[in-house]
């Protein structure tokens, strides 16, 4: 087992040629920078979640994850004394190998965030009639870049049409199951990859506070946008100044304490399931 990259949350592990160990945790990032306090217990959230969405929406579209991996994690651990972490279980999931298509796939279902800044005539929570396809390039390094669909199918030809109409029907489809837990997906990110056969397959997280920007819907009712994401660290950061290049200052345990726990309230909302 070859630790073969470490991204901002995730670390991958190498297993067989076939695949990979995908290890959500506990670090925190903002503006693309990761900030040097962890948020315990984060990764755990991550890992359920993705893995409930992907149970939920193996009809819509395949995805990289093997499933019933948990035994075969439990043995990794007892393998590697010391080297994983003894909740590995909990915070990771065992993936098959795909090459991963470099855009992120941006679905947007109201005007807020990012999309206000370029729209500022647009009023926040303003519903799209139909959800808003707005793909980005995928860096490994730095920021992201939002670019047209038509030069996404420049780079991609057909594939990209494929994508827009894959995403937008996973966006409609968690929108309806969020609506019943009372819930208002505003917008969410997803990354795909093709296996060996050439199938397109869902890759890296799902509907998560990483990922997504959910707020409750009786909120959104009475006008407070309030997000269950990392928004609490980013107001912070912005209210003591900080000018989002690295190195990032240290949260207050305050601040790490309310992250970790809009997260497990938002997972607990969606899958019903009590999180302690």
């Not at 395949?62 to 994690?73: C, F, K, L, R, V």
């Not at 409609?172 to 009372?182: D, E, L, P, V």
């Not at 946008?225 to 209210?239: E, G, H, L, N, T």
Request: with cysteine.
């Amino acid at each position: 087992m070859k630790l073969i990259k470490q991204g901002k949350v995730r670390d991958l592990y190498s297993l067989s040629d076939r695949q990979l160990l995908f290890v959500a945790s506990d670090r925190l990032s903002a503006y693309d920078v990761v900030f040097p306090d962890p948020v315990p217990g984060k990764g755990v959230v991550l890992t359920a979640l993705t893995r409930w969405w992907l149970e939920q929406a193996k009809g819509l579209v395949p995805s990289h994850w093997a499933g019933n991996d948990q035994e075969q994690m439990r043995e990794l651990v007892i393998a590697h004394p010391g080297a994983l972490p003894s909740d590995l279980p909990e915070r990771a999931m065992i993936v098959e190998r795909c090459e991963v298509i470099p855009f992120e796939c941006v679905v947007r279902g109201f005007a807020f965030g990012s999309y206000l800044k370029t729209h500022p005539e647009v009023k926040p929570m303003t519903s799209f009639e139909t959800p808003l396809f707005t793909p980005s390039t995928k860096a490994e390094k730095g920021h992201d870049e939002t670019v047209s669909f038509e030069a996404m199918r420049q780079a991609l030809g057909e594939t990209a049409d494929t994508l827009k109409e894959l995403s937008i029907r996973l966006f409609r489809f968690a929108s309806g199951i969020c609506a019943k837990a009372g819930i208002v997906l505003v917008d969410t990110k997803f990354e795909f990859g093709r296996d060996r056969g050439g199938t397109i397959r869902l890759i890296d997280e799902c509907f998560t506070p990483d990922s997504s920007r959910f707020i409750l819907k009786e909120d959104v009712e009475r006008g407070v946008y309030d997000s269950f994401d990392k928004q609490i660290v980013r107001d912070y950061v912005d209210r003591i100044g900080w000018d989002r290049r690295p190195p990032a200052p240290r949260l207050p345990p305050e601040i790490v304490e309310k992250t970790i726990a809009r997260y497990r309230a938002i997972q607990q909302r969606i899958t019903g399931v009590r999180v302690s």
